[in-house]
């Protein structure tokens, strides 16, 4: 039935640079127009435009229709449903029904579980359940971690993947992992800087890899308590890109603000953008006013200048970390 409001299902979405927060739609009933109320999970807005897969600019889509649409105040999550509200606010009533709704399972339970703590009770003969948030770059990567993770599970204990998103680790997945004694497994994505704040907080285990095979290895080693010392990496800070500058035989200098923890002149850093590392490098200066510094604190101002790259932009975040040799128990989480 075409001649009712529009109700679909969010099938991927994402942040666009210039476009904000973009979802794509698969209208299952119903009409979708340009100007509609919509509730896309917990999250509203008003269609501002609806693209189709080719780019062509429409103004309705109807039953079976897969469209871009713009216009909503964050990125849904894929599978959430998107309908059509009567006016703005019977948009916010739903979206807060269904945050309400959430918070409540949420609060069914508040304790937290770390793979160390896990693997200690299985060692001792306990049967248990490791619960895993998977956010990668791709659905495709989602599908394909959620299926090699859960194939991992024994007798001793059986893998669970209770959630598979598209995008960076925010503070809902933080959330949701305290409430569910989850742990958080990124691929090809990072935290944000609340969500790495919220981790440190609530003790919450944030594992991130660029090859799916490091993150089953790591998992299926790790069940068997096999895991030896290995060189790991070590966070250290992180600061937004506020300005930058190209400086004649030196290259891009970005005028930074560091927004947590502390930068280390000569430290490694990695490059995000839209929370997809773009980079891996290391700091060639880091300078206050016109002083070269050995560190810049949280809250501080300071110029960076990446080694060998200039591809720096407004609203990139630099990551600064260290490389050290640790015991491989997956016990500290991202940031710590």
């Known amino acids: 039935n075409a001649d009712i409001p529009g109700v679909g299902t969010v099938v991927e979405g994402h942040v666009h640079k210039g ?25 509203l807005g008003r269609v501002r435009a609806m693209m189709t897969d080719g780019g062509q600019t429409v103004k309705t889509a109807g039953p079976s229709m897969p469209v ?5 105040d964050g990125v849904p999550n894929p599978g959430d449903e998107l309908r059509v509200a009567a006016d703005l606010a019977a948009a916010k009533e739903l979206v807060a029904h269904r945050r309400e709704k959430r918070r409540a399972t949420e609060l069914s339970g508040t304790s937290k579980v770390s793979l160390q703590e896990l693997f200690a009770r299985a ?9 895993i948030i998977v ?4 659905q495709g990567s989602v599908e394909a971690l959620t299926d090699s993770l859960t194939s991992l599970s024994t007798q001793k204990v059986k893998v669970t993947v209770i959630s598979g998103a598209v995008g960076a680790v925010v503070e809902s997945d933080v959330e949701f992992a305290v409430a569910s004694e989850a742990i958080i497994i990124g691929f090809g994505v990072r935290p944000d800087t609340k969500a790495l704040k919220a981790a440190r907080s609530t003790g919450v285990d944030i594992r991130t890899y660029s090859i799916i095979y490091e993150a089953v290895d790591e998992v299926k080693l790790a069940m068997r308590g096999l895991l030896s010392p290995v060189e790991k ?21 970005a005028g930074c603000a560091v927004v947590d923890g502390t930068i280390h ?8 953008r839209e929370s997809r590392p773009i980079h891996d490098g290391r700091l060639a200066s880091l300078k206050r006013f016109k002083d070269d510094v050995r560190e810049v604190r949280e809250g501080f101002e300071c110029g960076m200048n990446i080694d060998k790259f200039n591809d720096i932009q407004e609203g990139d975040i630099i990551e600064a970390y260290e490389m050290v040799m640790t015991e491989a128990a997956l016990d500290e989480p991202v940031g710590a």
């Open 135 to 138: 956010k990668a770059d791709v």
């Open 265 to 272: 002149r000569n430290a490694n850093v990695r490059l995000l």
């Open 19 to 43: 476009r904000g927060p973009v979802a794509t739609v698969l209208v299952r009933e119903g009409t979708l127009s340009k100007g509609d109320m919509v509730v896309a999970g917990e999250r």
């Open 233 to 253: 990496e070590k966070y250290l800070g992180r600061a937004e890109v506020r300005q930058t500058f190209s400086v004649p035989k030196v290259g891009t200098i």
């Open 68 to 72: 871009e649409i713009l216009g909503l």
């Open 123 to 131: 060692s001792a003969g306990e049967q248990k359940e490791l619960k």
